[in-house]
């Protein structure tokens, strides 16, 4: 589910080499990244072949504007604000298009298949959360992915999602405090740690 794992430094290292021209670097970041930008365009348009696309013309135009760009502390963080507001331009210029255009499906939807299931009592735990977090708004979803899928920092999200530090702090109390209280209704031990059992089932190490 995850994108190629290399660690910070040497992503620093790629990057500066990427900013001084050397096209090989281009291709790691990409082999780094695809798979989590696709897996997030998808939760936003649940369209493939306009993800795919959406993801090769973005890291195009990065490479096309190497030179000008500043200094990125985060470059997956980078990558997803620019792929989410292409998308969202692309989606918007298709429904302008066509009256009968819709998305694919609910934006930001989880089913069990988006957590990682180690066991059976895993497999009822995510069946559990999955159906919980369908209670939640498309922002909450959202904020929750970018959290505990993506591991950004609450100032990155800020920036994917345009709003101010506190108000995403908000925006994910308010969802964890709805998934803790649903999972404390079916008898869930691990609900105590909502956010330690959220990085657990997306996979992140904590």
Same mark, same amino acid.
């Given at each position: ?8 430094? %040497? ?5 500066? $080499? /990427? !900013?001084?021209?050397d096209?090989? *670097? #281009?291709?790691?970041?990409f ?18 072949e ?16 190497? %030179? ?5 502390? $985060? /470059? !997956?963080?980078?990558?997803?604000? *620019? #792929? ?8 918007n ?11 694919a ?26 159906h ?69 089932l ?5």
């Open positions: 589910m995850k994108s190629t794992d290399l660690k910070s430094n %040497n992503l620093q290292e790629v990057w500066r $080499n /990427f !900013k001084g021209g096209f090989a *670097s #281009l291709g790691i970041l082999e780094t990244h695809y798979k989590e930008l696709f897996y997030y365009g998808i939760k936003i348009a649940g369209m493939p306009l993800v795919k696309d959406t993801i090769q013309d973005l890291f195009a135009n990065v490479w096309e504007r190497r %030179n000008k760009m500043a200094q990125v502390e $985060n /470059f !997956k963080a980078y990558l997803i604000i *620019s #792929l989410r507001r292409e998308l969202i331009r692309r989606i210029k298709t429904r302008n298009e066509s009256s009968v255009y819709q998305f499906e609910p934006q930001f939807s989880f089913s069990v298949e988006d957590f990682l299931i180690s066991d059976e009592e895993n497999l009822k735990h995510s069946k559990i959360l999955a919980s977090m369908e209670g939640l708004t498309e922002r909450q979803r959202e904020v929750i992915l970018l959290r505990f899928y993506h591991d950004l920092e609450f100032p990155e999200i800020s920036l994917v999602l345009e709003m101010n530090i506190q108000s995403v702090r908000n925006l994910l109390f308010r969802a964890l405090d709805h998934i803790r209280k649903d999972l404390s209704g079916h008898g869930l031990t691990g609900a105590g740690n909502i956010e330690m059992f959220l990085w657990t997306f996979g992140i190490k904590k």
